[in-house]
C-alpha cells in the first residue's frame, strides 16, 4: 500500500485491536452486510439474528459511533470539503479527485474555505460542517488552518482527513501519500548524477518526520553526503525566487530539491537572473507534477502526486464513516519520480559559498 490509513483515539494514543465491523460479522456468524444492516437499523433483517449481532456488538465493545450519529441525525446524503485553498494544485488536486468520485456515485460536494486558524473562524467553520445538511466531511489538512478544523470537530460528525504523512493522531480516518519515499528517491537521482549534496527550498508545511524534508535527509545521510541548511519559503512564487536569489550568489550550489513546483519556477528564474544555466550550471528538481511542468524551458524534472487518487480515497472513506460500512482499503499510485530535462550531471567541480 503506497499511503496511510489510520484511525486512533480522540486523546491521541493509537488503538489496539479496534473491533472491526467484519470482527463483529465473524463473532455473529453473519456477513458483514448484515451487520451494516443492524446498525441502520434495516427492516430486512430476522430478529434473532438482529439479537445475535447485537450481542456481539457489546461482547467486543464495536462502537461505531461517529456513523450510529450521523444516521440518527439524517446526515445528508453529500459531502463537504473543507479546504483553506482552492488554487494551490495539491489542494485543487484533491478536490477534483472527491468531486470526480462523488459525481460517479450521484452525490452532491460542497465546498467550506476556513481562511485562518483563529478561533473564530475555526468555530464558524465547525458549526457549519456540524449541521446534518453536510453530510460527509473531507478536511483537507495539509496547514494549520485545515488542522485546526480537524481537532475541533465534534465526535459524531463522519469525517476523514487528506492529511500531511506525519499528522498527528486525531481520533480519525487520515490518509496520506508517501512523500518521504518519494523525496528521497529525487535526493539520490541528484546524487547519483554526481553532485556532491543537495540544497533545498522547502515550503511552509512538508510532513514532519515522514514529508519531503525528512525524505530529503534520509538520501543525504545515505549518501554521506553534507545536509546543508533548509532554505524556507512561503507559498508564494516571489520568495521562492528570493531564496533562489541567496542560492544563485553561492559557486557550491549545483543541485537544488524545491518544495514543490511552484516554488521551481522561482528558483528557476532567480538562477536564470543571476546568469546560472540550468542544468548546465545546476541541476532543480521539483515536487507534484503540476499541468505544463514538461513543457518549461528546460522540462522540470519533478515528483509525480496522486493527488486526484488521494481526493478519491478520502470520498469513499467518508461514505463509509456516513454509512456505518467497513473502511475501504486504501491503494494509491505512489509517488514518482519523472525526470526531464533539469537535471544532469554538474557541468564542473563545486567552489566554496560565502
Not at 518519494?182 to 514532519?208: C, N, Q, W, Y
Request: proline share 6%; with cysteine.
Amino acid at each position: 500500500m503506497t499511503s496511510t490509513s489510520r484511525r486512533v483515539s480522540r486523546s491521541g494514543a493509537r488503538d489496539v485491536a479496534v473491533p472491526s465491523i467484519r470482527d463483529v460479522a465473524a463473532a455473529a456468524g453473519v456477513s458483514y452486510q448484515t451487520v451494516s444492516r443492524v446498525l441502520n437499523e434495516s427492516p430486512r433483517v430476522r430478529p434473532e439474528t438482529r439479537a445475535t449481532v447485537l450481542a456481539a456488538i457489546e461482547r467486543l465493545g464495536f462502537r461505531p459511533s461517529r456513523a450510529a450519529r450521523a444516521l440518527s441525525l439524517g446526515r445528508a446524503r453529500g459531502i463537504t470539503v473543507v479546504t483553506s485553498n482552492t488554487v494551490l494544485y495539491g489542494y485543487a488536486a484533491t478536490l477534483r479527485g472527491i468531486e470526480e468520485a462523488a459525481r460517479a456515485e450521484g452525490m452532491a460536494v460542497g465546498v467550506r474555505v476556513v481562511e485562518s486558524a483563529e478561533p473564530a473562524e475555526v468555530k464558524q467553520t465547525v458549526d457549519y460542517v456540524s449541521d446534518a445538511s453536510a453530510g460527509g466531511v473531507v478536511v483537507i489538512a495539509f496547514d494549520p488552518m485545515g488542522v485546526a478544523v480537524l481537532e475541533a470537530l465534534p465526535d459524531h460528525v463522519p469525517a476523514v482527513a487528506a492529511a500531511e504523512p506525519a499528522a498527528p493522531d486525531r481520533g480519525r480516518v487520515a490518509i496520506a501519500l508517501d512523500e518521504r519515499r518519494a523525496a528521497a528517491d529525487a535526493t539520490r537521482h541528484l546524487l547519483a548524477l554526481g553532485h556532491r549534496t543537495v540544497h533545498h527550498v522547502a515550503i511552509p508545511s512538508e510532513g514532519g518526520p515522514r514529508g519531503r524534508l525528512a525524505g530529503w535527509r534520509d538520501a543525504l545521510r545515505e549518501g554521506r553526503a553534507e545536509i546543508p541548511e533548509v532554505l524556507g519559503c512561503g507559498w508564494d512564487i516571489a520568495s521562492a525566487y528570493a531564496a533562489g536569489q541567496r542560492l544563485a550568489a553561492r559557486d557550491d550550489v549545483t543541485a537544488i530539491l524545491c518544495g514543490n513546483d511552484d516554488i521551481a519556477q522561482g528558483v528557476r528564474r532567480a538562477l536564470y537572473d543571476a546568469g546560472k544555466d540550468v542544468p548546465g550550471d545546476v541541476s532543480v528538481v521539483g515536487f507534484d507534477d503540476i499541468p505544463g511542468s514538461a513543457f518549461w524551458t528546460p522540462a522540470l524534472t519533478t515528483v509525480r502526486m496522486d493527488f486526484a487518487g488521494l481526493g478519491r480515497a478520502c470520498f469513499r472513506a467518508t461514505v463509509a464513516e456516513l454509512t456505518g460500512r467497513e473502511q475501504p482499503r486504501v491503494d494509491l499510485v505512489a509517488p514518482s519520480l519523472v525526470v526531464r530535462e533539469s537535471t544532469a550531471p554538474p557541468r564542473r567541480p563545486s567552489g566554496n559559498g560565502p
